[in-house]
C-alpha cells in the first residue's frame, strides 16, 4: 500500500513535470527536463 | 506543426532513447543471472523459499547449493553477496560448488545471498554491472550489484531504520542492508524475510557453523580479518594462527562489537545454535579515492591513488603496486573458510567436516580463479 | 594515472565554463554537458547507462522536497502562514527583541521542512520582508536578514540534504544530527536578525496589520496548527514506535500532512485547488530538482572516470591547516557552481579526512554544511541571492546587499571552521 503511493505520487510529479514541460519556453529548460524525467518515468515502470 | 512543438517533440524522443537505451542494460541486470554448474559434489539444490514460502516468486528467492558427505557429521553454511559488490566470497563459493567434495558432514553454500542487490548499482558508484573472469575454455560473466536490495523490490526507506529485535538505530538506507537486517523478521521487509529464511536454513538444516565472506575498502579498518561471535572466537584463533602459519596468510581476528546489531557474526551467533563469524579481504572499487572505475579494477584491485594513499599511512591494509587481486583475494576467503572448517573440527571432534578438492591459496593465486571455473552447459 | 585523470578534469572544467559563460547554460546543463564530455575524453563515449543511473542518486530526497514543499505552499495558500505571523506581530509588537527572534524562526520553517533556501524565501520571505521593513529595519538589512535566513534554514533539521547526501557517500548514519544542527543554526540565526535588525523604529501595529493579506475568519487558533501537529506526531512517532507502523517514508508523513492542511482549509470554509499548487510547486522547484538530477549524472561520471578519486587523494594530501583556512573559501564558492554538488564533491573527501583526524564527523559535517549555503548568494549563480531580492523588492546595487551580509556570513564562516577544528570538543551537542 505504501509502496503504491510512492508510484502513485512518482506518476503524479511526472505528469506535473512534463505539464511545465509543455509550458516552458527556456530551450536550455526544456534540455534539462529531459534528463530530470528520466528517474521518474523508469521508476514508475520499475525498470530501476 | 510549429518550431515550438517540434523542438519540444525532438527533446522528448532524446528523453525516450536515453530510457530505452538505458532501460534495455537495466533490464538485463534485472533478469539475466550468470549460470552456475553444478559440481560433482553437489547433491542438492534447493531454494531459500523452500524454508520460508513468503520469498517464492519474489527476487530475493536464491538457490542454496548442498554438499553432502556419505559420512555423517557437522554441518557448516558459507553465505555471499550478502554485499554483491564484495565478490570475492562469491568466486569462493561458485568454486567450491563446481570442485569441492564432501567426505564428511555437509557444507550448504549461498553464493548469491542478496539476490536482489545483484540486479541494480549504487547511483553514484559508477560499478560495472558485470566481471568477467578468463579460463581455458573462454570466459565466465558474474553479475556485480550493490550493498543494497534494489529499491524497486523494496521501497521506501524510514528516516531512521530500527533494528528489530535489538532496537538499535540505523541509517535509513541500512532496512535494505542484508547485513543489517539478521536475524530477520517473518512479517518484515522482504531484506528481513531473507534474513528470517536463511535463520530458517540454519535451523531446519542444524547448520553448526556459520561463515559470511565479505570485502572491505582499504581505508576502513575491518579488513582482512575474521570478525567472530565471542562464542566462535577459539575458532577464530586456531584459524588465524594456521592461516598465517601453515599459508603465509595475515589475517586479523576480532570479536564481534556486542552492541553492534544486524550483522551475520552478532545475531547468527545470539540467534542460532550456530556458531558465526564473517571474513574480510581487501577490495579496492569499494573505496572512494579510487581511480576510474572499471572491470579491470575489479579484477587486479591496483589503482594510483590508493597507492598514493597508503604511502599517506591513510590505509589499514598493506597495499602497493601489485594491488588486490582477485586471485588473491579468492585464495585468502577460500584458505579461511576450509582452515575455521578445520578449526572447529578439531574442537569438534563428532561434528567434523570433512571437504576434499578444494583448491587453497596458493594453488588459486597459481592457477588462477579461471582454472576452477567449469564451463556451463549450452 | 594521475596526469590522465587530471586531464579529464581539466576538459570537464573547460567544458562547464564554457557551456556556463559562453553557452549561457544553467549551471545544472553545464554540469551534465561537462559530465558527457569528462567520460568521452575518459575514453568511456557516451556512457548512456551511468547518465541515466547518476540521475536516479537523490531520487528520494527529491520527493521529500516536492512532498514538503507541497505541504508548505497549501498552508501559504490558506494563509495559516500569513495567520502565524499577523498572531506574532500583534503579540509581540512592542518587544523588538522577541519579534525579531519569532519572524527568524517563520522565515527558518519552510527551509527547515523541505531542506530548500528558496521555500523559505518564497513561502515566508516575502511576508517577514514586509514586517522587519515596517520596524524600521533599511531594505537591504532586510534583503540580508531574508537571504541569510534561508542559508540558515537549509542547514537546520529535519531535513538536511547537504547531510543526507555526504552520509550517503560516506556510509554513515543520517542519525543523531537534530541536535547538533539546531543549537548553532538557532544560535547563528538569532545573532544574524538581531545583528542587522536591532536598529529600527517602533513598530506602528495598525499599519502593519492593514499591510499583511487578510486571513480568513476562521483559518485561526488550532486549525492553523493542526498540520504541524501530525506532522511533528508522525515524525516522533515513527521513529519511537517503528514497528508498530509501516514503513511510511519521509515523503509519505508530508503527503499526510498535506491531507490534513487541506482537511483544515476546507473546514475553514477555503477552496484550494491541490492541482494547481502542486503544478505550480513542481515548476517552483523545479531549478532544485534539476540540480539534484545534474549532480547525481555529474557525481556518476566523477567517480567512473576517476575524477572523484583525484579529489579525494587532493584532498587528504593537503596540508591540513590549508584545508581548515580554504574552507572558508572553497565551499561557498564551490557551491556557487556546483550547488548541492559540493557535498558530494568536496564535502565526502572532508568527512573522510576529518574521520581520518579522529574529528567526530557528525560535527565536522555539520561545520561544513554551515559555510556552503552562503555562497548561494554568489556569482555565477547567485540563486537564493537572486531570489531573495526579487521577492522582497531589494532594488539597489547587489554588492551593498552582499556587504549587508559581510558580518553575519564572517560569524557562521568562523563558527562552521571553529566546529570543525574543535568537532571532538563540541560533543555536548550530540543530545
Known sequence: MVTLIYYLFCAFVAILLLWNFVEEENLYNEILYAFVLMPFILRILRIY | ?378 | MFLQTSIILGVIVVVYILALQLLKMSPELSMIISAFAGALVAGFGIPIRHIVEGSFAYLDIILTIVTATIFMNILEESKAISFIVKTVVTKFYKQRLVLLILLMLVLLLPGALTGAGSASVLISGGIVAMVLHSMGIPMVNVTAIVFLGAALSVVAPPVNIYAMIICGGVNMPYIGFFMPILIPTLILAIFTVIYLGWKGEPLELNAIIDKLPPVPAQMTGFKVYLPFIVLAILMVATRLLPHAFPILGIPLIFIISSVVALITVWLSGQKVNILLISKRTVKQLFPLIGTLVAVGIFVQILTLTGVRGLLVITVLSLPIWLVYIGLAVVLPVGEAILLYGIAAVLGVPLIFLFNSLGLNPILATVGIILICPLGDALPPTRIIGRLTVETVGYKDSYNNFLKACSVPWIVITIAGICLVIFANSFKFLLI
Open chain 2, 1 to 378: 506543426m510549429s518550431n515550438k512543438w517540434l523542438r519540444k517533440t525532438l527533446i522528448i524522443l532524446l528523453s525516450v532513447i536515453m530510457m530505452v537505451i538505458a532501460g534495455r542494460e537495466f533490464l538485463i541486470w534485472l533478469n539475466e543471472k550468470e549460470p552456475i554448474v553444478e559440481g560433482p559434489g553437489v547433491t542438492r539444490v534447493a531454494k531459500l523459499s523452500d524454508y520460508f514460502a513468503d520469498l517464492k516468486g519474489t527476487a530475493l528467492d536464491t538457490n542454496i547449493y548442498i554438499l553432502e558427505g556419505e559420512e555423517d557429521g557437522g554441518a557448516v553454511m558459507v553465505t555471499a553477496g550478502v554485499h554483491t559488490n564484495e565478490l570475492s566470497g562469491v568466486m569462493t563459493n561458485v568454486i567450491l560448488i563446481e570442485n569441492a567434495h564432501v567426505e564428511k558432514g555437509k557444507v550448504i553454500l549461498i553464493p548469491f545471498a542478496n539476490n536482489s542487490a545483484f540486479t541494480a548499482g549504487h547511483p553514484g558508484e559508477a560499478y560495472p554491472m558485470r566481471y568477467h573472469i578468463k579460463t581455458d575454455w573462454g570466459s565466465r560473466w558474474f553479475r556485480f550489484g550493490d550493498r543494497y536490495t534494489n529499491p524497486i523490490h523494496q521501497w521506501p526507506d524510514p528516516e531512521v531504520y530500527v533494528h528489530y529485535p535489538s532496537g538499535q538505530s540505523l541509517s535509513g538506507f541500512d532496512i535494505r542492508n542484508l547485513n543489517r537486517t539478521f536475524p530477520g523478521k517473518a512479517d518484515g521487509t522482504i531484506t528481513e524475510k531473507v534474513g528470517h529464511a536463511i535463520m530458517q536454513v540454519i535451523e531446519k538444516e542444524n547448520v553448526d557453523l556459520f561463515i559470511d565472506l565479505h570485502e572491505a575498502e582499504p581505508m576502513y579498518p575491518v579488513i582482512n580479518t575474521i570478525v567472530a561471535n565471542q562464542k566462535a572466537m577459539d575458532i577464530a584463533v586456531i584459524a588465524e594462527m594456521n592461516l598465517s602459519a601453515f599459508e603465509g596468510i595475515k589475517i586479523g581476528k576480532e570479536i564481534s562489537p556486542e552492541n553492534l546489531h544486524g550483522l551475520t557474526h552478532r545475531e547468527v551467533g545470539d540467534h542460532s545454535r550456530a556458531l558465526s563469524l564473517l571474513a574480510e579481504t581487501c577490495d579496492p572499487i569499494q573505496d572512494p579515492l579510487r581511480g576510474r572505475t572499471d572491470e579491470a579494477l575489479i579484477i587486479t584491485g591496483k589503482d594510483e591513488f590508493i597507492l598514493k594513499a597508503a604511502k599517506l599511512g591513510l590505509l589499514y591494509v598493506p597495499f602497493d603496486e601489485t594491488g588486490s587481486h582477485i586471485d588473491v583475494r579468492t585464495g585468502r576467503h577460500t584458505s579461511t573458510v576450509l582452515e575455521i572448517i578445520s578449526a572447529f573440527s578439531e574442537l569438534y571432534p563428532d561434528k567434523e567436516i570433512i571437504v576434499s578438492d578444494a583448491p587453497r591459496y596458493a594453488e588459486i593465486i597459481e592457477k588462477g580463479v579461471g582454472y576452477f571455473l567449469l564451463k556451463p552447459r549450452g
